[in-house]
Structure formats: C-alpha cells, structure tokens
C-alpha cells in the first residue's frame, strides 16, 4: 500500500505538497487545470522553456522548473496528458518576444495536445518552437520510439542556453541536437501499481517496460545487478555510441524508475561505470530519481556522445529541486590512516609476534576451557536470543570464542604480559565478532589492558581492578547500568565477588555470583539493546543471551583456575 490518499487526490496533493516548499507557483487558470510556473520568471527576460505530460514521474517535469532549466511545466493527471487549454495557459503566461520552446516527449497524446497548443499560440502571435524527444531504443522497428528519462537532459540544455541570453532558433537548435544524440532504455523487475488496484502484477521482470506501464521489449530474467546492467548496455549498443563519440567520452545517466532503494541504486552505479569504463564516462549523473513511474522497481540508462554543449550545460548551476549535479567518475581512491602516513602520531603496537604464555600454562587453559564453554552453547545462545528478534548472539558469542581460541592454542596469545594480552583480546574480537557484542568486548577487553599495563597479573586485585575499568568503559560507550538486562548483569556481580574474595573459594564464588545475575534478568525489563525494542513479554521469563553467555564464559574459567 503506497502513501496516496485516492486515485484523484493523488496529483492534487502532490502538487500541493511541491507549491508548498519549492519556488514555484500556479497560475490561475480559466478552467482551473494546473500550469506551474517559476516564481519571479519575466517573459521579457529571454526565451521561456516549457515541458509537461502526464503525472507520476516526478520530479519529472514540475521538479525541473528553476532557472537554467524550466520556466513552466504543464502536468496532466496520472500517466495522461494535459489538456491543450493548459498548454496554451502556459504558453501565453510566460512567453515574451524571445519566443518559447516546447519540449515534448514522443507520445501520442502529448505530441497532438502541445503541438496543438503551439498551433494556436502562433496564430496569437507568439513565437513558438517546438522539440520531440523520443531517446528509446527498446524497440527499433518502431517508426515513433517513445520518450523516456533523456527528455531531463534536454530541460537542461535548452534551459542553460536560454539563461544565458540566446536566441530562440540557437536553444531550439541545440535541444533537438541533443535530443537526437540520445539512447535510453529501462529495466524493471516489477511495474507501477496503479492508486486503487490491489491486485498484484503476474507480470516479470521486462527490458523496455514503458513509463505509462506498456509492456516492454521482451521478459528477461534477472540475474543481478551485474547480469541487468549488462543486459541494458547490450540493448543500448553502448559500443557503438563509445566508439562514436570517440576521444570526448560519453554522458550516461542513472535514473531510478521509482522502486529501487539507495543501495539498489550505488550497486548499479558500480556496475554501470565499471562496464563502460571510468575513463570513457566524462559526466554521470544519478543514481537519482529524474523521470519516474510511480513505484516501478527499474532503472533506466542515457548515454550520449558528451559534445561541448552538452557537458557546458551539464556543469551550468541551476535552481530546479529536481536536478542532480553530475559527477566525474573516476577510480575508487584509498588514502593513508593515521597508522601509515608519514609523521603520524604513535599508535599502541599491536604486532603479530606470539605473546609468552604464563609459567605454569594455567591461565592459558583457563581460556581455552572458557571458549569451548561458548562454542558449545551457540545453539542454547542463539535460542535465548531468539526473542529479541535476531537470534544470533550464541553464533556471534561462539565467532569471537573461536578466535581467541585458535589464538592461544597457536602459541600466539599469552598471558605473561597480561596487558599485552588483553589489548590482542580486544583486537580479536573485534574483528572476528559482529554486531554490538563484539565492540563491548572489545571496549571492555581495551580498557581492561590498560588497567593492567605494568601489571603482571598475579594479584587477584589486578583482575578485579581491571574487570572493573572494563566495565566503567562498556557502561560509558554502551549507556546500559545494572538491571537494564545486558550482559552488565552478569559482569557486574562478577567483579564484585572478585573484588570482595577471599582464599581458595573465589573462582567459585565469582562464578556463582554471574550465573545468579543471569538468571535474575529473566525478570528485568530491557532497557538498552535490540531487545528495548520489542514487547517487553517477549523477553520476559528468560534470561538476557548476553548475560547467560557471560555466566557460561565465568564459570568455565572457573572451574579450570580452582
């Protein structure tokens, strides 16, 4: 269900809502249909630039009203369009002795219903010229190509020229050359869903879909970004039109039919230049949305032998909302970090030389017990995890033991200098862990070897001093306290039986002391975390995964150390 209130409020509203926050106003007219004009246009100041056609493809045409491009634009209702007596309207509303040029794309309606206009206007004495786009090439054979998104290139080389003063013949002149220079084709995987029609399209994915939903070249299937660019670039023939604009490049454009998402969007743009090649595309512009039909997942390319004018144009400021400046592609580019370029500040070495195990090798098997502990409760983990939505935490839990693990079994990670040996912690996990749990522990582990530098981690106050800065840090970076069921649940309670011990029995005492916090948040209400987001009976009657991880993790190192 998309946003629309009805079928018939659907070009009312929006008009509204463009008059509302663009410069641009509507002209009262004698039958009341809609002619946009640009705010503060005098017809006396040069050559008026008009285009229009049926609504939902915005912002194509009304998007494009500013100066350097259009001075007024006539929009019909959905996918129909305007009426002459609205054409006229504009027509006579904004030209001035310097005459005005009519943009116009290649369909039936708008071709007879502007031409008319332009007709009558002349037989009123005004000075009217006219242009047809018809950029597509889905379908060769045909003696009428429709007009597709290049039509928006065309706005912006007539509105260029006739910003800066040129005659009504040399705007002319210079739009129809580029409206013959142009290629464009469309791939969509599902079409426009009407305002009101709820059944859903059998239609599949079709090369050349039309932007008034008429059916296209051929089904195709599709395989990709990179299998549909590349289909589109074969349709284009985009070799010949290389090889034809020769050492100058080519101008394409990216045009997102309406359905396709930002990602979808810098994914095509990827493969796009990568085919045609950075050095060869002189201007690109997109991936935006410039000529739409309605909610249609597609995109469309333009290319065009990138002539003087037309890049001249293309770089040519101008104030219409729907415009987006083109870029000069070019490689992916990587500059030095800090940790590389010359003169940088000293960063704490983290170098893979193995780090000395303890003298006994009891630590050491200490975590090694602790990460088998994880690994084996991925499963339990992840179903504990299950309520919160994602279902992942014993596999992330299980990722970063794993790591460690390998670490230490290697010969790699040791514990005779305990800060080093941390900081080698955090680094892993890091790495190896994704999602929030991963950079906690990493903080924790972070701040923990730094509490322990000079230390040689014999004393048991070492540790619990240590756990304790660890988690005055998750609890800075992270905003979660005691009883908001996190895994601080668990920690806490830990580094108190730590700190507070005595003798033989504190492995024990520490250990139970993280299961007991554990097994209380199944009471608690999540406030912090994913699971602050859902129900709070979701999650109630079962512990928090972090803290039961954290539980399972103490009492592992436990056991082995008593």
């Known amino acids: 269900m998309a946003f629309y209130n009805s079928r018939a409020q659907l070009v009312p509203d929006m008009l509204s809502g463009l008059l509302s926050t663009a410069a641009v106003d509507r002209l009262d007219t004698s039958d009341g249909t809609a002619v946009l004009v640009r705010r503060g246009h005098d017809p006396q100041a040069g050559v008026a630039v008009i285009s229009g056609g049926g609504s939902g493809h915005e912002p194509a045409h009304a998007g494009f009203l500013g100066e350097g491009m259009l001075t007024a634009a006539v929009p019909g209702s959905l996918f129909a369009s305007p009426p002459v007596s609205a054409v006229l309207e504009a027509i006579r509303a904004v030209t001035g002795t310097a005459g005005c040029l009519l943009i116009i794309k290649n369909y039936t309606g708008d071709r007879l219903n502007f031409g008319l206009a332009a007709e009558r206007a002349r037989e009123e004495g005004l000075d009217v010229r006219t242009v047809l786009v018809a950029d597509d090439v889905a379908l060769p054979d045909l003696d009428q190509p429709r007009g597709l998104a290049g039509t928006v290139l065309v706005h912006k080389v007539a509105g260029h020229l006739a910003a800066s003063g040129a005659p009504l013949s040399e705007v002319a002149d210079a739009a129809q050359r580029t409206a013959e220079s142009l290629r464009t084709i469309g791939l969509a995987k599902t079409p426009a869903n009407l305002p009101g029609e709820d059944v859903p399209s059998s239609r599949g994915a079709e090369l050349g879909l039309g932007i008034h939903n008429e059916p296209g070249a051929r089904e195709v299937v599709v395989d990709g970004a990179a299998g549909a660019v590349q289909q589109v670039l074969d349709a284009l023939d985009a070799d010949e039109v290389i090889r034809g604009a020769g050492q100058a490049g080519v101008v394409a454009m990216l045009n997102d039919l309406g359905g396709c998402s930002p990602q979808e969007g810098l994914v095509l743009t990827h493969e796009l230049l990568d085919r045609l090649g950075r050095d060869t595309v002189t201007r690109f512009i997109g991936p935006a949305r410039l000529m739409t039909s309605l909610d249609m997942h597609g995109f469309s390319v333009t290319l065009a032998p990138a002539s003087e004018e037309l890049i001249a144009a293309l770089d040519a400021p101008t104030s219409a909302p729907g415009w987006v400046p083109p870029s000069r592609p070019q490689a992916p580019q990587s500059v030095e970090g800090a940790g590389t370029a010359t003169g940088a500040l000293p960063v704490v070495p983290d170098s893979a030389e193995a780090l000395e195990r303890t003298a006994d090798g009891g630590l050491e098997d200490a975590v090694v017990a602790a990460c088998r502990a994880l690994e084996s409760a991925q499963t339990e983990l992840d179903d504990l995890d299950r309520a919160a939505g994602d279902a992942d935490a014993g596999t992330t839990f299980a990722a970063g033991a794993r790591a460690v693990r390998e670490l230490v079994e290697s010969g790699q990670l040791g514990f005779a200098d305990p800060a080093a040996a941390m900081r080698r912690i955090a680094r892993t996990l890091e790495t190896a862990m994704g999602g929030s749990s991963g950079v906690l522990l990493a903080i924790l582990s972070t ?37 908001d069921r996190t895994m601080l649940d668990a920690l806490i309670p830990a580094q108190r039986a730590l700190a507070e011990g005595d003798g033989a029995v504190v492995p024990a005492r520490v250990a139970e002391a993280a299961e007991s916090g554990a097994e209380a948040t199944a009471a608690l209400i999540a406030r912090a975390g994913r699971a602050a987001y859902v129900p709070d009976s979701a999650t109630q009657g079962s512990p928090d995964a972090g803290a039961a991880a954290v539980a399972k993790l103490v009492r592992a190192l436990a056991d082995s150390l008593s």
């Open 447 to 483: 701040a923990a070897g730094r509490a322990l530098d000079g230390a040689e981690g014999e004393a048991r106050s070492d540790w619990s001093s240590a756990l304790q800065s660890g988690i005055e840090a998750v609890q800075h970076h992270g905003g979660a306290a005691e009883g």
